[in-house]
């Protein structure tokens, strides 16, 4: 794949994966206005993300299954397409019923059709030694995506009046946005990206790099194969034992964790725009900016983050990254609120968006520094988001739940004390991953193992 090629195929999974996760995320930066328009308290405002959280972790596992057998051309292409056509009607404002089947078919289709294929395409994409540069840019590029559509439609929603109407109209420009991305990926892909060499292991590898002593060969990509002859093979030699090996690996448990947790920090940012109304005082323009103001801090703690990574060490990396964001998480809780403390509550914002960020722009490039076969991407990745992207269920509703109970700073305190519990459990997970890959590196061959039981 030559240079110009590689950029076109990660700006189309750059903008594909931020721009089309912003519909069903809506509320991230039009919390307030979605409540007036629809008519949600916070319980149900929770409950909506809930049933998209659910679907989701429903059709992540068989995402990653359509993602180890069919091209990311279509499958990007067909994920596009669906949700922006479900938003031409949720810009209608429909029922809290319907409202409810959207987002239970949003969830299902983003993560059953889109996500796995893009991790995949995103793994092929990068080299063996630069998977955290890859994931790194693609964070990144996602966030670039997001900042330049949440700053130009927030202008346009503020410009409108930001009332029911001006919402009505983002909805439909967001919609409109995923239909664009979803032609433009059908022409810009193509069908045998996962053929490409940077697919297979480099030929002058060594074996034992992605090989348990316990595994088969079919594990990994025999080095005196063409990559894609080799590729195909191990796609349609995926099966129920496959997956059971794949089950049994303690690293895939131990990513997963660290996926939760940092998920369920992320969460929290959601609630960043009604906490600086709420709590601080702002208006509902002024806290929808707080909303898109921290999405600029992604693409740069993002991208950074994989180079850092790639040097130091990704769960080294990631290992400090969760003390920040959890002590970060420990002040929020402590703020007593008023518009006199707007400096300080916008400057830990900085600072756990900036840690969070960081964290989701490497995790995934986890995969390669524990020994996950990339035959295996899919299947790793289906198990480590059925489990790592659960908090879509729990986090909205226990939001919904603290704020709708205990009104004001008292419930955000509630939220973010419990947030900064998870972050305690992700150290754990992550320490665990190092002290784990320590040991491997440290064997008596000094080559790398995938330790399966």
């Known amino acids: 794949m030559n240079f110009s090629r590689r950029i076109l195929v990660m700006t189309v999974l750059c903008f594909s994966g931020g721009i089309i996760f912003l519909l069903p995320f809506l509320r991230e930066v039009y919390y307030q206005p979605m409540q007036a328009a629809f008519g949600h308290t916070n319980t149900e405002m929770g409950v ?52 409810i089947a959207i987002h239970a078919f949003w969830g299902a289709n983003i993560s059953l059709v889109f996500w796995g294929a893009m991790i995949k395409a995103t793994r092929i994409w990068g080299s063996a030694s630069g998977q955290g540069a890859a994931f790194g840019i693609l964070e990144s590029g996602r966030g670039v995506a997001e900042i330049a559509a949440s700053t130009v439609f927030l202008a346009i929603f503020a410009w409108l009046g930001s009332g029911d109407y001006a919402l009505s109209v983002v909805i439909l420009m967001f919609s409109a946005t995923n239909i664009f991305l979803a032609i433009t990926a059908w022409f810009l892909l193509t069908d045998d990206l996962q053929e490409e060499p940077s697919a297979a292991l480099a030929l002058n590898e060594e074996p034992s790099a992605a090989l348990a002593l316990n595994e088969e060969p079919s594990a990994v990509l025999a080095l005196n194969e063409e990559p894609s002859a080799v590729l195909n093979k191990e796609a349609d030699r995926i099966k129920m034992a496959d997956l059971l090996k794949v ?94 403390l707007m400096i300080p509550m916008l400057l830990n914002v900085a600072v756990a968006s900036i840690a969070i960020f960081s964290i989701r722009g490497v995790y995934f490039a986890l995969l390669e520094e524990t020994g996950i076969p990339i035959a295996f991407t899919g299947i790793a990745t ?70 399966i039981a």
């Open 48 to 99: 909506l993300m809930s049933v998209f959280g659910a679907f989701s972790l429903i059709a992540y596992f068989p995402g990653g299954w359509l993602a180890d057998r069919f091209p990311p051309r279509g499958l990007i292409t067909g994920g596009l397409l669906a949700t922006g056509l479900a938003g031409f009607y949720f810009a209608t404002f429909p029922s809290y019923a319907v409202s």
């Open 247 to 340: 089950l049994k690996m303690p690293m895939v448990w131990l990513i997963s964790l660290v996926v939760m947790t940092a998920y369920s920090a992320y969460w929290g940012t959601f609630y960043f725009t009604p906490y600086a109304s709420d709590v601080f005082l702002m208006s509902a323009a002024m806290g929808g900016a707080v909303g898109v103001g921290k999405m600029w801090l992604k693409p740069v703690a993002a991208v950074v983050i994989g180079f850092v990574g790639d040097k130091l060490g990704i769960s080294r990396t990631i290992f400090y990254l969760f003390i920040a964001m959890t002590l970060s998480f420990l002040v929020f809780g402590l703020l007593p609120g008023g518009a006199d």
């Open 382 to 451: 289906g198990i480590v988001s059925v489990i790592g992207f659960s908090p879509d269920i729990f986090m909205p509703l226990l939001g919904g739940v603290l704020l709708d109970a205990y009104p004001g700073v008292k419930g955000y305190s509630y939220l973010y004390f419990s947030i900064a519990g998870f972050g305690l459990v992700g150290i754990l997970a992550i320490w665990l991953i190092m002290v784990r890959t320590a040991e491997v590196d440290s064997g008596e061959s000094g080559e790398k193992e995938l330790k």
